[in-house]
C-alpha cells in the first residue's frame, strides 16, 4: 500500500510518526496521494502550494482545489504566487527552469522559517519521472550521475514516491476515490520532457513492454556504481590532498585515467563546474607554475604551483579598474583584494619604507587619463622589477616567495596599461618609479588579509 512505502520512507530518514513534512502539493494526482499517504501514515503535513499564474484561469482553479483539499484533510496550507515573467526577464531563463528556481527557493525558504523546524520537504515524483529524467540526461549527454536520475534524498527534499509508478499511484487513488487536478500543459509536446512523456516512451513502450521497470532497475544499479565510485574518489581525494590543502598533482598524473579522477576531486573539493577538458589541461600543464584554471562560472579558481594544484582564496576576485583621478579624489576604494589606500603628497615629504605592500608613483610619468587595473594574476605574466634589468615571470616570482599553497593563486598584479607596475606584497617594477626631479608622488597601500594587520 502507497501509505506503507511514504511511512517506510520516513522512518528510515529517521522521522517518527506525529512529526510534521511538508508536502509540495500542485493538486495533480502524485501530490495528492502524497499529502493523502503522508497523513494516512499518522504523519502531520504541512502543504505548500505555487501558484505561477501561468495559464489563467486554470492556475487559480489549481489554488482553490488546493486549498479545498487540504481542509478536507485538515492540513495546514502554505500559498506562494510568483511572477515568473519578471524572473524570465531578469535571468533569460526557460519556463521550467524559472518555475523550478521559483519553487525551489521557496520551499528552502518556507523550510528555513518553519518553527517548530518541519523534518523535510517531501516531493512527489515517481518512478516514471525518474525514466524521464533517465533518458532526458542520456540524450543531452550526460556522465554516471546525470544518468542515476533524480535523488530519493538531497539537502531537506525527501522522495517517497520514486520507486512507485504513476499507474500504481492512480490506482491507488481510484481505490480511495480521491480526485486530483490535470495540468493541461502537460499533455501538450512543447517541452523535451513533456515529448518523452507523451510520444517518444509511449512508442518506445509499444516495442518493449517492459521499457520502465527496464530503465528502473538500470537506474538502481547505476546508484550503486556510483555509490561505489564517490568512495573511491573520496578516498584518492583524502590520499592526494596534501597539509597544506593543495593536490599532489606528480602522484596523481601517474595514475591510470588522471584527467578523469582529477575532474572528480576538483567538483568535489572545489565545488562543481570545472570541466573535463580543464582537467585534461591540468594534466598538460603540470610543470607551468601559476597557470590558472577557473570553473564554468568564473566563481572559483585554482593554479598551479610546483607540481600542485591549490584553490585561490579570493576566488571572486574580478579586474577593477581604478582611474588615477578618482582615484586620488576617493582616497580609498574597496577592491576585490582588500582596501586600496591613495594619497597624492610633495618630494619633500617622500619617505619610502621598505613595505611591499606599498608603492609610490612618479605622478608626472602616468598619463593624464591612466587608468590602473587590479585583478587576479595570469599565466605568463611579466614585470620589470625594480633594481633588476630585463623582466621575470610573476610566477617565478610568486614562487620564490614560498607562499602557503592556499596563496599561492591569490596573488594579485596592479597594471598601468599592459604593463605590470606592481605585485603587491611582492615586488614592485621600475617603470613609473621616483625621480630626483619627481615633484608629485602618488603613494599607493593595499590593506588585504595576506598581512596581519592594515
Not at 480511495?176 to 493541461?184: A, G, P
Not at 602522484?251 to 585515467?257: C, E, S
Not at 577538458?277 to 568564473?298: C, E, K, L, P, V
Not at 613609473?432 to 592594515?454: G, P, S
Request: overall charge neutral; hydrophobic content about 40%; proline content about 4%.
Amino acid at each position: 500500500m502507497l501509505q506503507d512505502v511514504v511511512s517506510k520512507c520516513y522512518a528510515d530518514a529517521g522521522f517518527a510518526p506525529g512529526s510534521t513534512v511538508a508536502v509540495a502539493f500542485s493538486g495533480g494526482a502524485d501530490s495528492v496521494a502524497l499529502l493523502a499517504a503522508t497523513v494516512e501514515a499518522g504523519y502531520r503535513a504541512v502543504a505548500l502550494h505555487c501558484n505561477f499564474h501561468l495559464r489563467g484561469d486554470e492556475s487559480d482553479r489549481d489554488e482553490k482545489f488546493a486549498r479545498e483539499f487540504a481542509a478536507k484533510l485538515g492540513v495546514e496550507i502554505n500559498v506562494a504566487h510568483f511572477d515568473v515573467t519578471a524572473r524570465r526577464g531578469a535571468t533569460r531563463e526557460s519556463v521550467e527552469t524559472a518555475c523550478r528556481e521559483l519553487r525551489y527557493q521557496w520551499f528552502l525558504n518556507q523550510f528555513e522559517a518553519s518553527s517548530p523546524r518541519w523534518n523535510c520537504v517531501a516531493i512527489a515524483h515517481h518512478a516514471n519521472d525518474n525514466v524521464e529524467t533517465f533518458f532526458l540526461n542520456l540524450l543531452r549527454g550526460s556522465g554516471l550521475r546525470g544518468l542515476t536520475a533524480i535523488p530519493a534524498k538531497r539537502g531537506i527534499f525527501l522522495r517517497p514516491l520514486l520507486d512507485v509508478s504513476r499507474e500504481a499511484i492512480t490506482r491507488w487513488l481510484a481505490d480511495r476515490q480521491l480526485h486530483y487536478i490535470v495540468d493541461s500543459t502537460n499533455l501538450l509536446t512543447d517541452c523535451r520532457r513533456n515529448m518523452l512523456r507523451n510520444s517518444t516512451l509511449p512508442a518506445f513502450s509499444a516495442d518493449f513492454p517492459r521499457l520502465y521497470d527496464a530503465v528502473t532497475s538500470t537506474v538502481d544499479n547505476l546508484r550503486r556504481d556510483n555509490a561505489l565510485l564517490d568512495y573511491f574518489i573520496e578516498c584518492e581525494s583524502d590520499r592526494l590532498t596534501l597539509a597544506d590543502g593543495s593536490i599532489d598533482l606528480l602522484t596523481l598524473a601517474q595514475m591510470p585515467q588522471a584527467p578523469t579522477l582529477l575532474y572528480h576531486i576538483l567538483n568535489r573539493k572545489f565545488g562543481p563546474g570545472f570541466s573535463h577538458a580543464t582537467a585534461h589541461s591540468i594534466i598538460r600543464n603540470i610543470d607551468h607554475t601559476g597557470a590558472a584554471f577557473h570553473s564554468a562560472d568564473r566563481s572559483v579558481t585554482v593554479a598551479i604551483h610546483r607540481r600542485t594544484l591549490c584553490q585561490i582564496t579570493h576566488h571572486t576576485a574580478r579586474e577593477t579598474e581604478l582611474p588615477i583621478v578618482s582615484l586620488i579624489e576617493q582616497g580609498e576604494v574597496e577592491t576585490p583584494f582588500g582596501k586600496l589606500l591613495c594619497r597624492v603628497i610633495p618630494r619633500s615629504e617622500f619617505a619610502p619604507a621598505r613595505d611591499p605592500f606599498s608603492i609610490w608613483i612618479d605622478s608626472e610619468l602616468l598619463p593624464s587619463d591612466a587608468v590602473l587595473t587590479l585583478r587576479p594574476r595570469r599565466y605568463g605574466d611579466r614585470i620589470k622589477p625594480f633594481g633588476m634589468r630585463g623582466s621575470r615571470l610573476v610566477s617565478d616570482i610568486v614562487s620564490d616567495a614560498k607562499l602557503p599553497a592556499d596563496k599561492k593563486g591569490w596573488v594579485p598584479v596592479m597594471l598601468c596599461g599592459d604593463d605590470v607596475i606592481w605585485v603587491p606584497g611582492l615586488r614592485a617594477s621600475r617603470l613609473y618609479t621616483v625621480q630626483q626631479a619627481t615633484k608629485r608622488i602618488i603613494e599607493l597601500h593595499l590593506c588585504c588579509d595576506m598581512q596581519t594587520e592594515c
